[in-house]
């Protein structure tokens, strides 16, 4: 029991941590879901074989031998008996195997969407109970639950054919035995006794024989598990360190050169196309564009988040491929609009971004961020606990919360992704204003939809379909690019309107 929780506790940290190497693409071929059930469902399938192996496994095929090595002693012709029927059950079982083994695969992809499906529902529960979703969820569970048990008592079905072909084979064997011992008896050739024996010995390789098929059964399932566990332990994640990493990120200036990316080698169209960008060290950077222009694909380029399918992102004039992965990240603070609290202090959540940062150094970062405020209004202050996914805190409270996070590491680069999109206007000004203050010398990258946040940017990028449109100051481009200009006419008339 030691052994085989051990082995399961080896399994599941082996798993996590190489997880914790994976880039996004090789999260996204296993799914979250399928990750969660691989560490738990498939490694206690793991578990339960090895256990089972390390107790019986040793003992039976031991006992199996030596049971037929004593009836070779006792008589050479009885035990051809064993010699006949051993090799058709192992046929016959192999054969079971055979007809039962493509189901578990099935099984357990089959977990994976239930997983799913649990998932969903709880994280989105609010939206289940607005929209009087429940028993439509149910029916949804309701199909995946359905889906495993109709697979899974098949197969337990054509499994449990074992235990009727052990009972024949013991029935058989015994009749056997009894019919030629008889005769062998009668004609002088073997005691009484030895027949006993014969008995005896039987039995405990048929015993021997169903634990076997026990086993089989086990180890049918943990195979189908150990593959599915394999497979992300075998997993070569899709970024990678370097062999001889830089681990300096000096500056904040960013160069994309002739870059282009897709998602995946097998899709059609680039989702950056031909990007030529330079941004020197200390400037301001403004994103806008439509839904789906890839804005945040492209600054998910520079932490190296996703790597180039062609061209090169240079940051201080080195590849991003040349760096470290944690020195270059520890340098290029990202925060996106729907980024994630986890459980504990609001402390311990800001000191994500550096966790060895004084008390002092956390208010100062929440200062900028214009966090200091509502914290201090908090029952507990900085110690105030955050419940799960921020579910205690607003989500502009979220918004600053995160940026003063992503402030503590101190990077030479800000990427702020639409951060602000639930923050007022006038807080979202002073937190830009306090950005400009404190940190002249960081590149700032800001995201948005709103022309607003972006207007005082020292250059704006305009995004379309995955190419830079246009770049320029707010005024250069309010007379020579279209597209800006309409979403600035339209939010300008729309906040007239309100």
Known sequence: AKASAGLACNLRESIYEKVQTFAFSNIDKFSTAGLVTRMTTDVTNVQNAYQMLIRIAVRAPLMLIFSIIMSIIISPRLSLIFVVIAPIFVLILALIIK?????????????????????????????????????????????????????????????????????????????????????????????TGQLVSMFSYSNSVLFSLNILAMITTQLVISEASGKRIAAVLTEKPAIENPRKPLKDVTNGDIVFDHVNFKYSPDEKHYALE??????????????????????????????????????????????????????????????????VLFSGTVEENLKWGNENATHEEVVAAAK????????????????????????????????????????????????????????????????????????????????????????????????????IQSIGTHEELMKTNELYRSIAKFQEENNAGK
């Open 99 to 191: 007809s039962a083994y493509p189901y578990f695969p099935r099984i357990f992809r089959g977990y994976d969407v239930m997983n799913q499906d649990v998932r969903e529902n709880i994280r989105g529960i609010r939206e289940v109970k607005t929209y009087v979703q429940e028993e439509s969820q149910i029916e949804k569970f309701e199909k995946s639950s359905g889906f495993i048990y109709k697979l899974f008592s098949t197969a337990q079905k054509i499994m449990s054919l074992n235990a009727l072909v052990v009972m024949a084979v013991l029935n058989i064997s015994t009749l056997a035995i009894c019919w030629f011992g008889a005769k062998e008896i009668v004609g002088g050739s073997l005691q």
């Open 274 to 339: 031909d990007i030529n960008l330079h941004i020197t060290p200390g400037e301001t950077i403004g994103i806008i564009g439509e839904t789906g222009s890839s804005k945040s694909t492209l600054v998910s380029m520079i932490p190296r988040l996703y790597d180039v399918t062609s061209g090169a992102v240079r940051v201080a004039r080195h590849n991003v491929k040349s760096y470290e992965l944690k020195a270059l990240r520890d340098k290029v603070a990202m925060v996106l609009q729907k980024n």
């Open 368 to 467: 900028v961020a214009h966090a200091d405020g509502f914290i201090r209004e908090m029952p507990d202050g900085y110690n105030t606990m955050i419940e799960q996914g921020g579910n205690n805190v607003s989500g502009g409270q979220k918004q600053r919360l995160t940026i003063a996070r992503a402030l503590l590491k101190n990077p030479e680069i800000l990427i702020l992704d639409d951060s602000t999109s639930a923050v007022d206007t006038t807080t979202e000004r002073e937190i830009r204003e306090s950005l400009a203050k404190d940190m002249p010398h960081t590149t700032k990258i800001i995201i948005s939809q709103r022309v607003v946040s972006i207007k005082d940017a020292d250059r704006i990028i305009v995004m379309d379909n995955g190419k």
